[in-house]
């Protein structure tokens, strides 16, 4: 069991950067694979970004290729550095965590994630 707490939402310009982290509980933490998705209003939620257990192999969405990053270190903590961001990234940002699977594997189907954050609000002005 793995407990997920995200953080670093707020309100930005156009053209501005957030940092979210997710913290996550519980022990094993590379025993999981993460992923970042986001759901904005009136639309279903969409994958963002995924990282590896190891840390190697990360994957993104075309929407934010190029302009997002997303790290994890060797603690607990998985980050999605957002930089130039757009209104149309303004959303919910949930933390989602795999257990196991292929040490380089990164999952972008929110169904091949075990455990979930409560989200944290990002909202993006023109």
């Known amino acids: 069991q793995v407990q997920l707490v995200e953080s670093g939402g707020g309100l930005v310009q156009a053209g501005g950067s957030l940092r979210l982290s997710c913290e996550a509980s519980g022990r094993t933490f590379s025993s999981y694979a993460m992923g970042w998705f986001r759901r904005a209003p009136g639309k279903e939620r969409e994958f963002v970004s995924a990282i590896s257990r190891s840390g190697g192999s990360t994957y993104y969405a075309d929407s934010v290729k190029g302009r997002f990053t997303i790290s994890r270190d060797n603690a607990k903590n998985t980050y999605l550095q957002m930089n130039s961001l757009k209104p149309e990234d303004t959303a919910v940002y949930y933390c989602?965590?795999?257990?196991?699977?292929?040490?380089?594997?990164?999952?972008?189907?929110?169904?091949?994630?075990?455990?979930w954050g409560q989200g944290t609000q990002v909202t993006v002005s023109s």
């Open positions: 989602a965590a795999r257990a196991g699977g292929p040490y380089y594997y990164t999952a972008t189907g929110s169904s091949e994630y075990d455990y």
